[in-house]
């Protein structure tokens, strides 16, 4: 099969969806632009700051991206290709993208809160705490495998790890330039972007060379700062930035592949147990960001809401962050499944599924005159960068989750330490970074379940409240049924085979999950069955 053929397939297949399923979402869900939304509403120049929809697409997108559409079709791979696109294809229109574009919009209905607030008001102060216990846990996990991935990236690419140490002082000076001193956006993003070719060049000229756990202990320092600072230094203009990086990547891939066309190598079925491993529910919780991950619900119920200029941007952010990633993680699978012999295997053992896709676009690359070292270097270099936001929107989530926890309901009680915007993302910070110990391939299989269970929870909350609104929720129905029943399942599966290894750690993790999900779905679906529409 050419790679060619499947790259188009998927983004002929998007774009059809946007238009049509999408549109239909948005007319049966109301969404209406001459209601204001948060950003404008209760504006306070650190979270609630409106930004234009190409602006709060490219933060949108870095922030849920990071590395996990590229980190969950490579490592399911051994299933064959076949089953992995299909699932990304499939579960990005129908799945990941009703799930991103209903929690975007259920938070702006709901002054920026986050699912976790809009469970609190639809299912009460027992399902939100229960939620935001089991979504915390699910950022430490967030917090641990993508330290490990990007950490494991920039030791095996120092270019990409000096390039990024530039690339963050380049986003604070344009955010300052654009939202302090009035340097229009169109000409700071010109200057920006030559600044970050620049980057990439003086990367390549002076690479970091540094160990995987100094990069581990920098990294968490790092995130620490960057998810304490207000969205306009850092967030929102580093995730501008990075979306050329991911518009440039694409258009790189894509025009490798138009002229080299290469041929799929993989096996296109290698069967329903593979290595011990069953397809269902393993290929679903693997592949995780690629086609629905929980995350996205936090990201954008927990920063892009309070960014969202106006309603109908949802759409575009939402459901079309969702199908843009899609594209994103069917040219992972084509990285993996062109390569012959066993240089997949040593790739992987060299640096993970970055270096492999890495390695991959870099060969793409070179069909149209791009040296494969400044190819690889750039790619991996756009993937650190998307994983870095991923860190820090998710240490600045687990702070909104610990703060909104502990919050007395009286305005009046004094506030408990746990509130306090430091201690919140200290504690986050330093139990992330302790799973981040282990390795990837350890963290990953728990992580995609929770990040996978996650995403049925929010699709549940999200049903609720539209039910309650007198709204059409049917379109949850399947994707809770489905989501519920793989990321069960998976969680016993990952709880036993960690049992027999001896990582009591990663024992825990699936079983607390597992007994806070049980409680929620029966609270849960309690409400959905007896809701009366208004």
């Known amino acids: 099969m050419n790679a060619l053929v499947l790259i188009l397939i998927s983004?002929?297949?998007?774009?059809?969806?946007?238009?049509?399923?999408?549109?239909?979402?948005t007319k049966q869900w109301g969404v209406d632009d001459s209601r204001a939304t948060p950003a404008h509403t209760r504006p306070d120049g650190v979270d609630y700051v409106p930004a234009s929809a190409p602006v709060l697409l490219g933060h949108h997108f870095a922030s849920i991206a990071g590395a996990g559409p590229i980190t969950g079709p490579i490592a399911a791979a051994v299933f064959g290709w076949v089953p992995v696109l299909l699932w990304i294809i499939v579960g990005s229109i129908f799945f990941g993208g009703v799930q991103d574009y209903s929690s975007l919009f259920a938070s702006i209905r709901h002054e920026g809160k986050s699912i976790g607030e809009v469970i609190h008001l639809n299912m009460g102060t027992k399902g939100k705490r229960l939620f935001s216990i089991f979504a915390w846990l699910t950022l430490l996990l967030v917090v641990a495998a993508f330290t490990n991935i990007v950490a494991n990236t920039f030791v095996s690419v120092p270019a990409a790890a000096s390039a990024s140490m530039m690339f963050i002082v380049l986003a604070i000076v344009f955010g300052f330039a654009v939202y302090r001193k009035g340097v229009s956006l169109k000409i700071g993003t010109v200057i920006g972007v030559a600044m970050l070719i620049a980057c990439i060049a003086l990367g390549n000229m002076f690479p970091l060379v540094l160990s995987r756990n100094v990069w581990i202990g920098f990294l968490l320092v790092y995130i620490f700062i960057a998810s304490t600072t207000p969205v306009w230094i850092l967030l929102q203009p580093r995730d501008y930035l990075n979306s050329f990086l991911l518009y440039a990547m694409i258009g790189g891939a894509v025009l490798g592949l138009i002229i080299t066309r290469p041929t799929m190598q993989l096996t296109p079925y290698a069967g329903f147990v593979v290595n011990g491993q069953f397809l269902f529910p393993i290929?679903?919780?693997?592949?995780?960001?690629?086609?629905?991950?929980?995350?996205?619900?936090?990201?954008?119920?927990?920063?892009?809401?309070?960014q969202l200029d106006k309603e109908s941007d949802a759409k575009i952010v939402g459901y079309g962050g969702m199908l843009i990633e899609g594209v994103l993680a069917t040219i992972a699978i084509i990285t993996a499944a062109y390569i012959t012999g066993d240089k997949l295997a040593e790739l992987l053992a060299a640096g993970g599924p970055t270096n492999v896709f890495s390695d991959g676009i870099g060969v793409f690359m070179t069909s149209f005159g791009i040296p494969f070292e400044i190819g690889k270097s750039f790619v991996a270099l756009a993937v650190s960068a998307f994983a870095l936001t991923s860190l820090d929107t998710g240490t600045r989530l687990g702070r909104f989750i610990l703060q909104e926890f502990f919050e007395p309901e009286d305005v009046n009680a004094p506030k408990p330490i746990m509130t306090n915007m430091y201690v919140a993302t200290g504690i986050t910070v330093v139990l992330g970074g302790l799973l981040a110990t282990t390795s990837w391939q350890q963290i990953w299989p728990v992580f995609g379940s929770a990040n996978q269970l996650l995403a049925a929870l929010a699709?549940?909350?999200?049903?609720?409240?539209?039910?309650?609104?007198?709204?059409?929720?049917?379109m949850f129905t399947i994707p809770i049924i489905f989501m519920f029943s793989a990321t069960l399942i998976a969680l016993i599966l990952l709880a036993r085979t960690n049992l027999a290894s001896g990582n009591l750690i990663l024992v825990l993790f699936p079983v607390?999950?597992?007994?806070l999900a049980i409680v929620l779905l029966i609270q849960g679906f309690?409400?959905?069955?007896?809701a009366e529409s208004k």
Do not use: D, E, Q
């Open 11 to 25: 983004i002929v297949a998007f774009s059809i969806a946007y238009v049509t399923y999408g549109a239909w979402l």
């Open 283 to 306: 290929l679903f919780i693997t592949i995780a960001c690629g086609a629905i991950s929980g995350f996205h619900s936090l990201v954008g119920s927990g920063t892009s809401a309070k």
């Open 459 to 474: 699709l549940m909350a999200v049903a609720v409240w539209l039910k309650k609104s007198g709204k059409n929720n049917k």
């Open 512 to 515: 607390v999950l597992f007994v």
């Open 526 to 530: 309690g409400i959905l069955f007896k």
